[in-house]
């Protein structure tokens, strides 16, 4: 069993942190998926479940990493209030904004002081797939509120999600590999 240093505490509590935001981040998704299911726009519940498969990836990455440094999973499951399938986008973006802006930055800065390579490694993954979760969260609400139904938001599509690190594509080839963890493309899930 690992023995966790001094240098190691903040980036334990990083890891709980994180991990307990992947696994909230991926009920409320599925949750969204059904509510834009409902409102129509098949096309947004396509992607609230890609990014809900990312963000379980994320969790389990995590868990990993608690795990190997000795530490113990624990996670607080918050409830989802599922409003208008734009609000739900907006909320989405928000918190996918913050990871990228604020959480993961700071946790990576943490991680990398003090060379915790695992941590690193998991939080750079989450960091660069959130950025692709924010961009096609962004499209589809510039869409949604342009009423523009004739476009991808409303019927269902296939996103496709990197096994290793969350990665986020509406291509079926974007790459060879995936830009940030080099995984094939084609290991990639495809999810509807
Ligand atoms: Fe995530
Ligand atoms: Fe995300
Ligand atoms: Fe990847």
Redesign the pocket.
């Known amino acids: 069993m690992p023995v966790m240093t001094a240098d190691a505490t903040t980036t334990m509590t990083n890891l709980l942190k994180a991990y307990e935001?992947?696994v909230n981040?991926h009920t409320r998704y599925v949750a969204f998926a059904i509510g834009a299911g409902g409102d129509g726009f098949h096309g947004v519940a396509s992607l609230f479940r890609a990014?809900a498969r990312?963000?379980q990836?994320?969790?389990t990455n995590h868990a990993r990493v608690i795990k190997e440094l000795g530490g113990q999973i624990k996670c607080e499951i918050q409830g989802v209030e599922v409003k208008t399938t734009l609000e739900n986008l907006r909320t989405a973006l928000a918190g996918?904004t913050y990871?990228v802006e604020t959480m993961y930055p700071a946790f990576l800065k943490e991680a990398k002081t003090h060379r915790i390579t695992a941590a690193i490694r998991t939080f750079n993954g989450?960091l660069e797939?959130?950025k692709t979760?924010a961009r096609l969260f962004g499209e589809a609400i510039a869409l949604v509120e342009a009423g523009k139904s004739d476009t991808w938001i409303a019927a269902a599509r296939t996103f496709y999600v990197c096994p290793v690190c969350?990665y986020t594509s509406d291509s079926p080839v974007e790459h060879d590999s995936c830009p940030v963890c080099k995984c094939a493309w084609k290991r990639f899930e495809a999810i509807q």
Do not use: L, N, R, W
């Open positions: 935001g992947e981040a990014a990312a963000e990836i994320h969790a996918e990871e989450a797939a959130e979760h969350g």
